[in-house]
T-cell receptor, first 118, second 114 residues
Framework: EPEVTQTPSHQVTQMGQEVILRCVPI?????FYWYRQILGQKVEFLVS????????KSEIFDDQFSVERPDGSNFTLKIRSTKLEDSAMYFC????????????????FGDGTRLSIL | AQTVTQSQPEMSVQEAETVTLSCTYD???????LFWYKQPPSRQMILVIR??????QNATENRFSVNFQKAAKSFSLKISDSQLGDAAMYFC???????????FGTGTSLTVIP
């Protein structure tokens, strides 16, 4: 069964540095998402992406964050200048094959990238 | 804003027994979608079951079923004949009819006792 894959599994970065988290969504999916989960807290939505642009974003997704689909397979999340509070597990998800209503199609999640800011 | 509450941070069940995980949510919308996701120690979240709010019939997937009480805004997950592989973190999630983002609960950690 196709899977969403994320790399790296663990990223350690100095505060103030830029970090890029990478995701390869399921190949025929059209919608892409990033979520984060701070240790011990709920999973929080960051952003959704469709047709090469952001379709929704949360209050968390400020100017320090950006997303990109640089080619036909990767979907990246960039944090420009990391802060200690950015330490979390970041999950990528994808959904929507284009057949049927998009809202009926569930999101498939990757394993996540644990981001540790020092 | 929509909120999802899972009041049981941890639950345990004897193998082969039945367990129910609770979830309540708050919304002013009439049409929406509810999901249960399972997150095993390998960390990938896997869809367990979903329910469309406009459907009165409770969703069922093999050993997994839900008790959807729309008026009470309750969406509990029942796992029958629990297996060791069911041990995981379970998240309840809500999605609006119009948007794509999920709102997650804080999760319930399920332990299955052999």
């Amino acid at each position: 069964e196709p899977e969403v894959t994320q790399t790296p599994s663990h990223q350690v970065t100095q505060m103030g540095q830029e970090v890029i988290l990478r995701c390869v969504p399921i190949s025929n999916h059209l919608y892409f998402y990033w979520y984060r989960q701070i240790l011990g807290q709920k999973v929080e939505f960051l952003v959704s992406f469709y047709n090469n642009e952001i379709s929704e974003k949360s209050e968390i997704f400020d100017d320090q964050f950006s997303v990109e689909r640089p080619d036909g397979s990767n979907f990246t999340l960039k944090i420009r200048s990391t802060k200690l509070e950015d330490s979390a597990m970041y999950f990528c998800a994808s959904s929507g094959t284009g057949g049927g209503l998009i809202r009926n199609q569930p999101q498939h999640f990757g394993d996540g990238t644990r981001l540790s800011i020092l | 804003a929509q909120t999802v509450t899972q009041s049981q941070p941890e639950m345990s069940v004897q193998e082969a027994e039945t367990v129910t995980l609770s979830c309540t949510y708050d919304t002013s919308e009439s049409d929406y979608y509810l999901f249960w996701y399972k997150q095993p120690p390998s960390r990938q979240m896997i869809l367990v079951i979903r329910q469309e709010a406009y459907k009165q019939q409770n969703a069922t997937e093999n050993r997994f079923s839900v008790n959807f009480q729309k008026a009470a805004k309750s969406f509990s997950l029942k796992i029958s004949d629990s297996q060791l592989g069911d041990a995981a973190m379970y998240f309840c999630a809500y999605r609006t009819n119009t948007g794509n983002q999920f709102y997650f609960g804080t999760g319930t950690s399920l332990t299955v006792i052999p």
